[in-house]
């Protein structure tokens, strides 16, 4: 099984919908966060929860909303989908306790199409 | 704003060769990461660098790092097939300890031919 679970794996839906992505982990990291990858742009950081009750905008929180609900779930939202979401998004997460010399660990990623 | 830079993006080289992917960032940051994506997957970490003049070597890949220069170097030794992928280097943006957000270069689309 994933450690970091994504899902669903892929979604196709129209302009204006609220979509939400979710991300569990088996891992017992406390730090997650979302990336979204667009072509030829690499990997850009939407929103990142170090607890359950930290929540920080990163470099485009702008259309997208974040719930963590349990150290095991971080969920992604969109409240009124547009088209240049479309794009591929990531779930990563990180272990405090095993300090900033580990990598971030990926889910699988869920392919978002809006039309 | 932490700008991170890769060089090339997009490389074609033969079987046997050797290269270096380049990655320059714009701030101080003394954590700096590789990774490997292959078409359609998520990302694998491949080395975590951390100090200034931290070299770490897997396979035929070996990742070096120059903070004073904010640069990175991912060289490639007699390359395979199976070496081909997208590699993005990634740079902590939060100084002073703790996991924190990762900035990415864009990516160096890398094939390897026959």
């Known amino acids: 099984d994933a450690d970091v679970t994504q899902t669903p794996r892929n979604r196709i839906t129209k302009t204006g919908k609220r979509i939400m992505l979710e991300c569990s982990q088996t891992?017992?990291?406390?730090?997650m966060y979302w990336y979204r990858q667009d072509p030829g742009l690499g990997l850009r950081l939407i929103y990142y929860?170090?607890?359950?009750?930290?929540?920080n905008k990163g470099e485009i929180s702008d259309g997208y909303s974040v719930s963590r609900q349990a150290q095991a779930k971080f969920s992604l939202s969109l409240e009124s989908a547009i088209p240049n979401q479309t794009a591929l998004y990531f779930c990563a997460t990180s272990d405090r306790d095993r300090g900033h010399n580990q990598p971030q660990h990926f889910g699988d990623g869920t392919r978002l199409s809006i039309l | 704003e932490l700008k991170v830079e890769q060089n090339p993006l997009f490389l074609s080289m033969q079987e046997g060769k050797n290269y270096t992917i380049y990655c320059n960032y714009s701030?101080?940051?003394?954590?700096l990461y590789w990774y490997r994506q292959d078409p359609g997957k998520s990302l694998e970490s491949l080395f975590v660098l951390l100090s200034n003049g931290a070299v770490k070597q897997e396979g035929r890949l070996m990742a070096s790092l120059d903070t004073k220069a904010r640069l990175s170097t991912l060289h490639i030794t007699a390359a395979v097939h199976d070496l081909s992928a997208t590699y993005f280097c990634a740079v902590s943006f939060l100084s002073g300890g703790g996991a924190d957000g990762l900035t990415f270069g864009k990516g160096t689309h890398l094939i390897i031919q026959p």
């Open positions: 891992k017992g990291h406390d730090r």
């Open positions: 929860s170090f607890d359950v009750k930290d929540i």
């Open positions: 701030t101080t940051s003394d954590r």
